[in-house]
């Protein structure tokens, strides 16, 4: 796997460098996405033991800094918004050590699959509808709806009493609680339009990048909220501020969750579900990282 990651990723002293972020240690072990079973716990360690199902809050954080301290550990100053993972050994390991307040216990009846999904693809979502501030009735746009925290994103939607347009080219996300599918990706602001009956979408998820972007942010109606967690098919976009002030939207950036939000998550999990595509073994994990594990249609 390292050799993989070395082939195209600058090296740089004792670490290496991937969509910019600096990876350590070398060699490394990736995984920010992680549950398991606690085999042994330290010396002070009180609320877990030996047995526990637990999953893995994947940012590193002090817990002293004013960011931790107003419940925002994703942001902690000090520990630079990193991930388990990427500055530390993850978990794509039979063993991994984490710190006991990254760690948090799960119900015992908790599917694998969902547990693993919870730390990124689903907190990550969660957190920006809430940045967001989704009310009860709103129309909820989401691009790329039937990706991983897209599926989530859907089923956050139809939680929180929004009526869910999901722009996705796969009619199962209906399962998932979306209300309408838009499958024409150019053609998305003109449907947005149809189906709000010209009030447009009340708020718009999309961390699709700069391809989506025009199509996006035309989508977004008077008093609305465009938000992101990501920049997929590229970051830099262009934007026209008349457009933002005169119908008075609000950009809003959202990274991660914070720890209080996994437990919600965890609470709430009887009523989520995650849909898995393609399972591997740990030792074909490197696959996951080649770019036809993605492109694969197999279920
Ligand atoms: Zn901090």
Redesign the pocket.
Known sequence: MLAYFLSQQSFLGNSIIIDGKIIKPLPHIPGAETSGVVEEVGLHVTSLKRGDRVIVYPKV?????????NQ??M?????GREDVGVITNGGFAQYMAVPEKNAFKIPDEMQWELAASLPVTTLTPYHALKEAALKINEFLVIFGASGNTGMMATQFGKKMGAKVIAVSKDNWIKDFGANYIISEYDRVAEKVNELTQGKMADVVLNSLGVQTWENSFASVGLNGRWVTFGGLTGADVKLNIQSLYSKQVKLIGSTGGTRKEITELIDMSKELKARVWKKFTLDEAYLCFQPSSYTSKSP
């Open positions: 954080f002090d817990g002293t800094c004013d960011m931790c301290l925002c550990e942001l902690c100053r000090n520990a």
